[in-house]
């Protein structure tokens, strides 16, 4: 996401699995080291981004995705990341964290109106 002269970048992929108890199972896996680099990924140039979420992150993902008391139990797990090391940061990381916990716990028809992307947009540029 660029923001003036800078970009940020992050990428998270969730997976949430209903379950009849009344808890929320968050798992946040951290890697350790740097994983491969990503050819594919959308900085291009501006950036040398990697797979995987570093440890450093794993706090801010976390409080991004509790943020909202509201959401029905079951677990929601971290499935993918990718980060780059530029513009990537934790305080990213728990935009994007937050972002996508606004989206999944998302009412179906919120999800159809246009508020929805400009809500997600004034998360990520906090």
Do not use: C, N
Request: hydrophobic share 45%; glycine share 12%; no cysteine.
């Amino acid at each position: 996401m660029a923001r003036g002269a800078h970009a940020y970048y992050g990428l998270l992929g969730l997976r949430y699995l209903p379950d009849p108890t009344e808890k929320l199972t968050v798992k946040v896996p951290a890697m350790d080291g740097f994983k491969e680099k990503w050819q594919g990924a959308l900085a291009g140039p501006a950036d040398e981004v990697h797979v995987g979420l570093p440890g450093e992150y794993t706090q801010a993902v976390l409080e991004g995705l509790l943020v909202s008391a509201d959401h029905p139990p079951g677990t929601l797990e971290v499935i993918e990341a990718a980060h780059g090391l530029v513009g990537s940061s934790g305080a990213f990381f728990r935009r994007i964290a937050l972002g996508a916990a606004a989206i999944l716990w998302a009412a179906d028809e919120d999800l159809e109106t246009p508020p929805t992307t400009a809500r997600l947009r004034q998360i990520l540029l906090q």
